[in-house]
């Protein structure tokens, strides 16, 4: 009996044992260390109402307490406001930091959760960027043709109280306390609602405030132009006096080298029919007349045969032609002796309803095409630019940039037989930008002369769909021939949904993010050439496409 006992009790006591280690080892698994908070995270994205900010962050259990700083340069100096609170939402606004936000203002907001132990708070969090709202005001946004170098048009719903005063100030003088200058509105002018200002500085921001007795009804933001050219320069010839339609073509049969052609705004030109052998910027004059100067091209303008022109360029025109299915602004077919065009530049243009803009045949060379800050729609079947000469030493364009633009309704980019040295298109925004049957980039000059020698960089930029000028329902773009020595970078450039690509034609990389929606989702009015974002939720509304058309920080 005494052997049975001792052999029953064994096992009860080493299951005892057992169940007292395990609990120890369980009870000591209980205990973690201590360690750094998570850093804040938002449930909603910032927001604003009026001068005001919203947070609506997540909670954390073992927060104590939340540190927020806020910064207009993107905490590069010292941030304007710092603040502690226990609330993961909040409005900010003078009560939390003791003075009122500024109207149509951009804010950059970061912040620490705190722990009852400082070692252990979260490392700080950038919650992102908000602008607040503008003031609520019966002044009016300036158009773009509402300013000038020196000259700005201020507008208003004369509603209410009669403005009777106008005052500028420095773009910084938020709070709009050191007026630059003051103007009287007349009871004309205010029953107009708009008032011209002048003596302003060029290429300068400014704050310009309407006000009543003495109160303020609204201020908007104004950026003059960069200063224009005087007509009575020695190398200006002055067409502003003149409506005459051949004035253009009579001032061009003997231009000097050098010369800058100054036109008229609102007034139509015929384009120039001499060979061209100078250097020539044609620049539309300044004005606050809603309607630009206008070239007019019923053929295409020529270059004497084998001239080197350092520099031909188009500034603040509209060029419009008669057919896209028959005219360009330049088609050269020089043959002998080389025909360089150095630098073609187009800036702040609209070019439209032309068969191409540049074709280059035989001996005729661009060392440098440029098209920036332009719109560019309705181009046949020469595309923006055209080489159509075979052989190594025969019609090239060495190095393009196309920059801050908007291209839609055209049937192809570039088409080459020879290559290119260089490419580069950055922040532009492309939309139905190749028909069937066409290539966007086709470099067809076979073996050693079908590349793009330092590349094809492609950033910043949004695509949707090819253009079905046909109404067939095919929207599939072939995107490239050739190009297969070529280096092709693509960084931040969206395309939509629905763009397409023809198998075999793929540019590496190309798209390097895909928006979920389609082109007439994303974009107001593509097919009106209207490309404002639709889509307020799309990532790139702020840092891709033309500029004119993204959402201001």
């Not at 609330?87 to 900010?92: A, E, G, K, M, Q």
């Not at 170098?149 to 719903?157: E, T, Y």
């Not at 440098?368 to 595309?383: E, H, Q």
Request: glycine share 8%.
């Amino acid at each position: 009996m005494k052997n049975i006992a001792k052999y029953a009790i064994f096992p009860i006591a080493f299951c005892a044992a057992l169940v007292f280690l395990f609990s120890s080892c369980e009870k000591e698994e209980m205990v973690y260390e201590e360690t750094r908070l998570f850093r804040p995270a938002l449930n909603n994205a910032l927001s604003a109402k009026l001068n005001t900010i919203i947070i609506d962050m997540a909670k954390m259990k073992e927060a104590v307490s939340y540190k927020f700083e806020i910064s207009q340069d993107s905490f590069k100096t010292t941030p304007l406001y710092t603040f502690t609170t226990d609330t993961t939402y909040l409005i900010v606004d003078k009560s939390l930091v003791g003075e009122d936000l500024d109207y149509n203002s951009s804010y950059q907001i970061r912040v620490t959760a705190n722990a009852a132990d400082a070692q252990f708070n979260s490392r700080t969090a950038l919650l992102g960027s908000v602008r607040t709202e503008p003031l609520p005001s019966i002044q009016l946004a300036p158009r773009a043709y509402d300013v000038t170098d020196v000259l700005a048009r201020v507008r208003w719903n004369p509603f209410g109280s009669p403005v009777d005063q106008v005052k500028v100030f420095s773009a910084t003088d938020k709070k709009l306390k050191t007026a630059l200058g003051t103007y009287s509105v007349n009871s004309s002018q205010n029953t107009a609602g708009e008032v011209t200002i002048d003596k302003l500085t060029p290429a300068t921001s400014y704050l310009v405030a309407i006000y009543s007795a003495g109160g303020l009804r609204g201020f908007v933001e104004y950026k003059t132009l960069e200063k224009g050219v005087y007509p009575g320069d020695p190398n200006v010839i002055d067409l502003t006096t003149t409506e005459d339609p051949a004035a253009l073509q009579t001032a061009m049969a003997s231009v000097a080298e050098g010369s800058i052609v100054l036109l008229k705004r609102g007034v139509r030109y015929n384009f120039p029919t001499a060979n061209l052998s100078t250097s020539i910027t044609i620049k539309g004059a300044y004005g606050l007349t809603e309607t630009r100067a206008q070239i007019f091209s019923s053929g295409d303008w020529r270059i004497a045969t084998g001239v080197t022109i350092d520099h031909i360029v188009f500034d603040d025109i509209d060029i419009i032609g008669s057919d896209p299915g028959a005219v360009y602004v330049f088609n050269i077919n020089n043959s002998g002796a080389p025909t360089t065009i150095t630098n073609l530049l187009f800036k702040n243009c609209t070019i439209t309803s032309l068969r191409g803009i540049a074709r280059l045949r035989s001996d005729s060379f661009i060392k440098n095409f440029t098209i920036s800050n332009s719109i560019v729609y309705n181009i046949g079947s020469y595309g923006v630019f055209t080489t159509d000469t075979d052989g190594a030493t025969k019609a090239a364009v060495d190095h393009i940039k196309l920059l801050n633009s908007t291209f839609y309704q055209i049937s192809f980019i570039a088409t080459s037989r020879t290559n290119s040295q260089s490419f580069l298109i950055d922040a532009c925004t492309f939309s139905e930008f190749t028909e069937a049957g066409q290539r966007t980039f086709r470099y067809r000059g076979g073996t050693d002369r079908n590349n793009i020698i330092g590349g094809l960089t492609i950033s910043n930029s949004v695509w949707g769909t090819g253009w079905d000028k046909a109404a067939s329902g095919n929207k599939t773009v072939t995107f490239k021939e050739g190009l297969v020595g070529t280096n092709v970078t693509v960084l931040n450039t969206w395309a939509t949904s629905d763009f397409a690509v023809a198998a075999g034609s793929e540019l590496p990389g190309f798209p390097a993010l895909t928006y979920s929606g389609t082109a007439t989702k994303l974009w107001t009015d593509p097919t009106k050439g209207v490309f404002s974002f639709a889509d307020a939720g799309f990532a790139g509304k702020t840092s891709s496409g033309d500029p004119r058309w993204r959402v201001k920080l």
